[in-house]
């Protein structure tokens, strides 16, 4: 059985103001995703695809987003339900300049209510998007405007606040990254990837149903920006090449994430810079529920380098190994 965070969802059953059907009085909803009048995204599409803005006359980049039912490839012959930002899984990346003020125009398509929350960024309480708690929930076919400006730099993600047990394991989350002003002219870095975790439960009959601890119910399929692989992406590198990765726990699951051919240095973490003489040498790091890590890896060897996490059952489709690995795998290419 694989680990698992616990106490991550406590208390959201409690929360006031919580309309709660039956299926949820008995417990947890745990209702597989009606994909009846769903859109089928492209069987390539991959998720935390660039979210262009548009630019305000005041500078402001306004952002718009949609949530609501797709039916997504996570591999060729595996479909899934999913609830989706802007029909991608995961949603699609959000990347500011530190300083910058947004608009994000949210609309609901979904068949239930729901709210963006800002994980980790410092803004107005009213635009922190918790469900019942700051705002009214989003109802389907309702519209909210989030606007607030992005004061610090780094690695953060935007996911649902409402019935999160539910609609965070059906994919309602995406990147946020704020780049730190001076990386205008140069970055730290040669290349960076982001890795948005995801966990999936799929039945015998395909049905896509919200994968709980507490139900028991764990997941048999896990994701890297929406792919399983063999079909997660390939990046190519230089021997030389700094390269940075940004994982993002996106999940309710842990994931020890380990890097083939050489340490990483952890250089942030949830968004903020780690001091020079305090970054941990690392090959493997936990990312938890919520957490972002932000390693770099210096490409030493010419080669095919794996990304995979550590817990194995993670590294397989549905239980099954696939040219070498599954789920939460990817290459790193290196020429010499
Ligand atoms: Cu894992």
Not at 9 to 24: A, F, I, K, L, W
Not at 50 to 65: H, Q, R, S, V, Y
Not at 215 to 240: D, H, L, Q, R
Not at 307 to 318: F, S
């Amino acid at each position: 059985m694989a680990p698992t965070a616990s106490g991550a969802t406590e208390g959201t059953m409690d929360m006031p103001g919580m309309d709660m059907g039956s299926e949820e009085m008995s417990g947890m909803d745990m209702r597989p995703v009606d994909v009846t009048d769903a859109p089928v995204a492209d069987s390539e599409a991959r998720g935390n695809q660039p979210l262009e803005p548009t630019i305000a006359e005041d500078g402001t980049k306004e952002f718009e987003l949609m949530a609501g039912v797709v039916r997504w490839n996570i591999l060729p012959d595996v479909e899934i339900g999913a609830f989706a930002y802007n029909d991608q899984v995961s949603g699609p990346e959000i990347r500011v300049t530190q300083g910058d003020a947004v608009r994000i125009r949210f609309t609901n398509t979904l068949p239930e209510a729901t709210s963006i929350h800002w994980h980790g960024l410092i803004l107005p309480n009213e635009m922190d998007g918790a469900s019942d708690v700051t705002q009214d929930p989003v109802e389907p076919g309702g519209t909210f405007v989030y606007e607030f400006t992005v004061e610090q730099a780094g690695t953060y993600f935007y996911h649902t606040h409402k019935s999160v047990d539910r609609q965070q394991a059906l994919g309602l989350y995406g990147a946020l990254i704020s780049e730190p002003k001076v990386w205008a002219t140069e970055k730290p870095f040669d290349q960076e990837y982001t890795l948005v975790l995801g966990e999936w439960k799929i039945d015998d009959q395909g049905q896509t149903l919200p994968a709980m601890n507490q139900a028991g119910a764990f997941p048999n399929f896990f994701t890297i920006n929406g792919k399983s692989y063999p079909e997660t992406e390939t990046i190519t590198a230089t021997v030389g090449d700094r390269i940075r990765f940004r994982f993002v726990g996106s999940g309710q699951f842990i994931h020890p994430m380990h890097i083939h051919g050489g340490p990483f240095e952890i250089v942030e973490t949830d968004g903020n810079l780690v001091p020079e003489g305090a970054r941990l040498t690392k090959d493997t790091v936990l990312v938890g529920p919520g957490e972002r890590y932000d390693v770099e890896w210096t490409a030493l060897q010419p080669g095919r380098w794996l990304i995979h996490c550590h817990i194995n059952d993670h590294v397989t489709n549905n239980g099954v190994e696939v040219e070498g690995g599954g789920g939460l795998t990817m290459i790193v290419e290196v020429t010499l």
